[in-house]
């Protein structure tokens, strides 16, 4: 017998990446001339449960951190912020956390320095994932930088059937990381595996062109996946906003907020717990847009990403206010 909806011990349990964000302490000038950096976790599944615990979903997180500070730094971060980490696995091998410089030239100009090479969080395994934990989730949240290596990819793979399995919800945040990839087919072949067996997908217009043959054609691309598992698919466009579209035919589009933006990293983490928070505790999908717009304005004017992750009254303040200066 299923286990009810009511009786689910967490809204979102993440599986993936969870990192170290370097974030530079000196704007406006190249990497090469900044000297100071402050240090947050990083990583979007782990952006994400740190996101939707601080709006107040149960959220809980599957992956792979260090033997060393840096993966108690992360444990104990994402364990203060709400996140249950009981399934988080140490490694033992000797990888170390995965490591992103950040350069902020200017709003404009952000760049990020990634250090990926023997990241701990891409040697998670698949006997490593727990099936009776993901049996207790409402959803479960799929990042695509998981899917770049073995046997991380495998252990994605290993949760996607726990969560079938057990009626789970799937969400595929696609959170492409070039970097992180060998080639355009690879990426295409692996994120399309795992959109076929979402039930819902985020992404930027850029991410889902990774997986799509008809370049920015939004309908081409939900035409395809509706044909599968997907009742609803969120497709980002910068600053023109966001769309959603759903399985029995409903658009809806989602403005951008405006904010003082400081840099351009941590919006689409942003986006989708609140986007997701909004979802769960039943707004429709019209007001879920505006919660991941708002929250990812609120980000974006903030010198971290995890550490900066809003509270339901900060976005829910910035969405009247801007609607008191359109209104």
Known sequence: MQQSIASKNYDVIAIGRACIDLNAVEYNRPMEETLTFSKYVGGSPANIAIGSAKLGLKAGFIGKIPDDQHGRFIRKFMGDAGVDTSRMVVDQEGHKAGLAFTEIKSPEECSILMYREGAADLYLRPEEVDEDYIRQAKALLVSGTALAQSPSREAVFQAIAYAKKHEVEIIFELDYRGYTWKSLQETSIYYSLVAEQAQVIIGTRDEFDMMDSCKGD??????????????????????????????????????????????????????????????????????????????????????????????????????????????
Request: hydrophobic share 40%.
């Open 218 to 327: 939004n309908e081409h691309t939900v035409r395809h996946l509706f044909n599968h598992q997907a009742r609803l698919i969120v497709i980002k466009h910068g600053v023109d906003g966001s769309y959603a579209y759903t399985k029995t035919g409903e658009i809806y589009r989602g403005k951008a907020y405006r904010s003082k933006v400081l840099k351009t990293f941590g919006a689409g983490d942003s986006y989708a717990s609140a986007f997701l928070y909004a979802l769960m505790t039943g707004k429709d999908i019209q007001t879920a847009l505006q919660y991941g717009s708002a929250s990812a304005a609120i980000v974006v004017s903030k010198h971290s990403s995890s550490e900066a992750m809003p509270t339901v009254s900060e976005i829910e303040a910035l969405i009247a206010a801007q609607a008191g200066l359109s209104g």
